[in-house]
C-alpha cells in the first residue's frame, strides 16, 4: 500500500522508515533528538520522530511497538505499552519512551527507538442483542480451558 508521508525534520530525509529485510513487518522509528538524550531509570519521555503519515484508510492503522532488543536489554519499551496511530491522524509520529530498567539509557539523535507495524482494521457497528447464540466457550476466560 502507499502511504502519504510527511518529513517534517529534513535530517530525517536520508534515514525515512523502510522494511530491513523483504520478510520485515515493522518499520523502525528514529528519535530526532538534537543532542542525546538521558532517560533515568523509570523516567518516560515523548520523543517525535520528525515524520508524520496519513494513512488516510480507515481499514488501516498503524501500531507503535518497542524494539526487541532495547526492550529486553536496556529495559527500554513504551509508555503506553503500545501506540495505535488512527488513520486520520496527521500529526508528528510521537513515540513514548518508557526506562523501566535499573540503569540510565542514552538515546542517541536519530537511534531507532521503536517499530511501527501497519495493520487491517474493522471498523465495527454495534447490533444490540438479548442472547448470543451458543458458543463451545461460552462465557468461559481467564484460564477457563485449564493450564497444560
Ligand atoms: O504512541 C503514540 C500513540 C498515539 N499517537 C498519536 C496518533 C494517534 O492517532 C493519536 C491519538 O492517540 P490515542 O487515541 O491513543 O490517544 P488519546 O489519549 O485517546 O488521545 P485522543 O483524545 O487525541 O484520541 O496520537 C502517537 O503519535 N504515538
Ligand atoms: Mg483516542
Redesign the pocket.
Known amino acids: 500500500m502507499h502511504v502519504d508521508l510527511k518529513i517534517l525534520d529534513p535530517r530525517l530525509r536520508e534515514q525515512l522508515p523502510h522494511y530491513a529485510t523483504p520478510g520485515s513487518a515493522g518499520l523502525d522509528l528514529r528519535a530526532c533528538l538534537d543532542a542525546p538524550l538521558v532517560l533515568n531509570p523509570g523516567e518516560t519521555q515523548l520523543i517525535p520522530t520528525g515524520i508524520a503519515i496519513h494513512l488516510a484508510d480507515p481499514g488501516f492503522a498503524a501500531l507503535?511497538l518497542p524494539r526487541s532488543g532495547l526492550g529486553h536489554k536496556h529495559g527500554v519499551v513504551?509508555g503506553?505499552l503500545v501506540?495505535?496511530?488512527?488513520s486520520d491522524?496527521q500529526?508528528?509520529?510521537?513515540?513514548?519512551t518508557w526506562n523501566r530498567g535499573q540503569e540510565a539509557f542514552t538515546i542517541q539523535p536519530f537511534e531507532r527507538i521503536a517499530q511501527m507495524v501497519i495493520v487491517p482494521v474493522a471498523q465495527a457497528s454495534f447490533n444490540v442483542v438479548e442472547e448470543f447464540p451458543e458458543s463451545d466457550r461460552g462465557t468461559g476466560g481467564f484460564g477457563s480451558t485449564g493450564k497444560h
Open positions: 507503535i513504551l503506553n501506540g495505535l496511530i488512527d491522524y500529526g508528528q509520529l510521537m513515540v513514548s
